[in-house]
C-alpha cells in the first residue's frame, strides 16, 4: 500500500525554534511574578466589585441625608418655640 499525496504533504516539519525549551530558574520566577500579580490584581478588582455592589446607591444616600435634614429642622424649631 502506498502513502497518499495527502500524509506526505501533511507532515510537520518541525523547525529549531518550535521545539519547547527548557527553562531557566529565571524564567521561572519571572513567570511565578507575572502570575503572582495577576492573581492579587483579580483578587483586587473581586474585593472592590463586591465593596461598590454592597454598598448603598446615591439615590439613597440622598434622600437619607435630606429625611435627616428635615427632621433635625424640626427638631431645631421645636427647641426654638
Do not use: Y
Amino acid at each position: 500500500m502506498q502513502p497518499s499525496e495527502w500524509a506526505s504533504e501533511s507532515k510537520v516539519e518541525e523547525h529549531k525554534d518550535d521545539v519547547a525549551r527548557l527553562k531557566s530558574p529565571d524564567d521561572r520566577v519571572d513567570q511565578f511574578g507575572i502570575r503572582t500579580a495577576l492573581f492579587v490584581l483579580c483578587v483586587a478588582f473581586f474585593t472592590a466589585a463586591i465593596w461598590l455592589v454592597s454598598r448603598p446607591s446615591f439615590e439613597s444616600r440622598v434622600s437619607r441625608n435630606a429625611s435627616h435634614g428635615k427632621a433635625s429642622q424640626s427638631a431645631m424649631r421645636a427647641l426654638t418655640r
